[in-house]
């Protein structure tokens, strides 16, 4: 399979302990976007990486979350100090940037499920 | 901020009815707007589209822009039990895809 994979598919955590998820983007792709996504809601950006630069971070990623993609490849987001509020579906995607696959479309993961207790 | 809001939030049909999705956009650096099918993981791609008044279709799917009035909608005609799910839709406008809240089409037997 040469899709987006992402690990764990759920995590269940009590609330103020640290998780991480991973994600697998589709090798020659070198955005990796990560999402996050409620119940009933649309996906929220989150932050985007073009090969390791971590180039955006939108507002709602708060000083308890961090992102890495060390070598330009796989990326590892973290949560610290878990909060209720924090329970929801990450979605990790990647896409190409080369001139023929510009405006190519995200390909996305099947996301962690995470819920804090 | 980017914006997109899709309308309805929810629709119930029967099999064999055509339906009409609605997008509408405010996007910085508007440059193309994407349909997702989400069922229980992850969305998967339905269409991308750049230009104005060009009609995408893929069976019984089909969708068309209009970057004047800022809109898109998606059209299903013939509907089947399988294509229940959450429709996203998603602009490209700086560097990442800003969605919508999506709407939940249920497609009754």
């Known amino acids: 399979d040469t899709g987006v994979s992402q690990d764990p598919r759920h995590k269940i955590t009590k609330r103020g302990q640290n998780v991480t998820f991973r994600c697998d983007p589709i090798s020659e792709h070198n955005r990796l976007y990560w999402y996050r996504q409620t119940l009933g809601q649309g996906p929220e950006f989150l932050t985007y990486?073009?090969?390791?630069?971590?180039?955006?971070k939108s507002r709602l990623l708060s000083d308890r979350f961090s992102a890495e993609r060390p070598k330009g490849s796989f990326s590892t987001l973290e949560i610290q100090r878990t909060e209720q509020g924090d329970s929801a579906m990450y979605l990790c995607?990647?896409?190409?940037?080369?001139?023929?696959?510009?405006?190519?479309?995200?390909?996305f993961g099947n996301g962690t499920r995470l819920t804090v207790t | 901020e980017d914006k997109v809001v899709q309308s309805p939030l929810s629709l119930v049909v029967h099999e064999g009815d055509t339906v009409t999705l609605n997008c509408s956009y405010e996007v910085t650096n508007f440059r193309s707007l994407l349909w997702y099918k989400q069922e229980k993981k992850a969305p998967t791609f339905l269409f991308m589209l750049?230009?104005?008044?060009i009609e995408k279709k893929s069976g019984r799917l089909s969708s068309i822009l209009d970057k004047k009035e800022l809109f898109s909608i998606l059209n299903i005609t013939a509907t089947q039990t399988g294509d229940s799910a959450v429709y996203l839709c998603?602009?490209?406008?700086?560097?990442?895809?800003?969605f919508g809240g999506g709407t939940r089409l249920m497609v009754k037997p």
């Open positions: 995607a990647s896409s190409s940037t080369i001139v023929r696959e510009i405006n190519s479309p995200l390909h």
């Open positions: 998603a602009c490209i406008g700086r560097n990442m895809l800003t």
């Open positions: 750049t230009s104005s008044g």
């Open positions: 990486f073009q090969n390791e630069a971590q180039l955006e």
